[in-house]
């Protein structure tokens, strides 16, 4: 009975070697420990003529999983193949990048600004087109008889339950998680990523190439 070869490839594989193997490449599992070994080292692509630049990823190659299967039966023909995994993928040559602590902390500070003060100006945009604090003047007036003077149980619940709302909803707190769940933010980069791979896969496809370098 031949023996039965397991492949698990994911939808990107990031190296930064120029020439990646099927080892790097995926995960393989099979009865016999010897043929995994020597697939291993097989060699999956290489990158060539990539330009060099500041962006930490210089290629991309869209592969498929017939390419894999070749290379393999070329070196053992009667083995039985079996993909549990992608059967499309890419693969993206990236560089190292050096990275600069001022940099990336400045980087980092900006980000923050922005998301601090556009979040707030979307707050104050949204509870001034509702008309929130005359809302809440004329709720504080018809409970207690007496006019708002702009700060009151109302506002302070308010607030600090908006501020709640958001902690819970992003999951965070400084650094640390309220539960073991992804984030959103975590969700929708997740859901980004595999929007793009999707995209260049089908553009290889349709282009009736398996290749697209950046």
């Known amino acids: 009975m031949s023996e039965i070869l397991y492949l698990k ?3 990107n594989i990031r190296t930064y070697n120029r020439t990646i193997t099927l080892g790097e490449a995926g995960e393989m599992q099979c009865a016999d420990p010897a043929i995994v070994n020597r697939l291993k080292t097989e060699k ?10 500041s962006h930490s990823c210089a ?4 592969c498929s999983i017939l390419d894999v299967v070749e290379k393999i039966q070329g070196i053992y023909p009667s083995l039985e193949i079996q993909n549990m995994g992608e059967q499309d993928f890419i693969v993206e040559y990236s560089t190292k990048p050096k990275e600069n602590p001022v940099i990336c902390f400045l980087k980092v ?4 600004l922005i998301c601090f003060f556009g979040s707030a100006f979307s707050i104050m945009a949204f509870n001034n087109d509702v008309s929130t604090v005359d809302l809440f003047g004329q709720f504080y007036t018809l409970l207690t008889g007496q006019e708002s003077d702009g700060f009151t149980i109302l506002e302070l619940t308010y607030s600090l339950g908006l501020s709640a ?6 999951n ?5 998680r309220l539960t073991k769940e992804p984030t959103p933010i975590e969700v929708e980069m997740r859901l980004y990523e595999d ?9 290889a496809s349709r282009n009736g190439s398996h290749k697209k370098e950046t």
């Open 9 to 11: 490839f994911e939808k």
């Open 44 to 53: 999956l692509y290489t990158f060539e003529n990539v330009k060099k630049g």
């Open 59 to 62: 290629a991309r190659h869209v």
């Open 109 to 112: 500070a900006v980000v923050c």
């Open 165 to 170: 709302g958001i902690i819970a909803f992003f």
């Open 172 to 176: 965070h707190i400084g650094g640390r």
């Open 195 to 203: 929007d793009v791979n999707t995209t260049l896969i089908n553009t």
